[in-house]
């Protein structure tokens, strides 16, 4: 059965250090996501992303963050320069319903 | 009043029970409403996914939506502890390409 993948796994960073999460969404999905989950909280929306732009973004998704579809595969979270309060599950998701990916846990020192 | 409102738990329960699952919402608009299982520290896994008011059954799995109450449910029949795990609600205004607003989740265990 097809899967959304995530890569790392886990990433430690440090405060102001820019870092790139990636995703691969389901072959023949059209609609990607990215939502976040800080430890004990809800899971929160990011940022969707249909035809090779960004379709809906929250208050969260500032000018640190950004997308990407840099090749057919591949889906990219970049947040530019990381805060202590990025640290999180990230999630990314594809689909017109959403699968979700196992997530990348990134704590920011 | 939170958007999407969930009772945190922990529900315990033995093996074999029927177990009920619960969200409130205060926006009408939501139109498709979504259950997902969150076992710890992995990501959200779809359970039932259903449009509007009504039911939906799938295996040990029963969905329903009461939109004139704003409320939703998910029924889990002859529970297994295979089942523990955090429950979470999710609508969306419309289908496709449309935020999630998420519930904070229901933790659920059952005993053997």
């Known amino acids: 059965e097809p899967e959304v993948t995530q890569t790392p796994s886990h990433q430690v960073t440090q405060m102001g250090q820019e870092v790139i999460l990636r995703c691969v969404p389901i072959?023949?999905?059209?609609?990607f996501y990215w939502y976040r989950q800080i430890l004990g909280q809800k899971v929160e929306f990011l940022v969707s992303f249909y035809n090779n732009e960004i379709s809906e973004k929250s208050e969260i998704f500032d000018d640190q963050f950004s997308v990407e579809r840099p090749d057919g595969s591949n889906f990219t979270l970049k947040i530019r320069s990381t805060k202590l309060e990025d640290s999180a599950m990230y999630f990314c998701?594809?689909?017109?319903?959403?699968?979700f990916g196992p997530g990348t846990r990134l704590l920011v020192l | 009043q939170k958007e999407v409102e969930q009772d945190p738990g922990p529900l315990s329960v033995p093996e074999g029970a029927i177990v009920s699952l619960n969200c409130t919402y205060s926006?009408?608009?939501?139109?498709?409403f979504m259950w997902y299982r969150q076992y710890s520290r992995k990501g959200p896994e779809l359970l039932m996914y259903t449009y509007s008011s009504g039911n939906k059954e799938d295996g040990r799995f029963t969905a329903q939506v009461d939109k004139s109450s704003k409320y939703i449910s998910l029924f889990i029949r002859d529970s297994q502890p295979s089942d523990s795990a955090t429950y979470l609600c999710?609508?969306?205004?419309?289908?496709?390409?449309?935020?999630?607003?998420f519930g904070g989740g229901t933790r659920l265990m059952v005993k053997p």
């Open positions: 999710a609508m969306s205004y419309n289908n496709a390409g449309n935020m999630l607003t």
């Open positions: 926006n009408s608009a939501f139109q498709y």
């Open positions: 072959s023949n999905h059209l609609y």
């Open positions: 998701a594809s689909g017109e319903t959403q699968y």
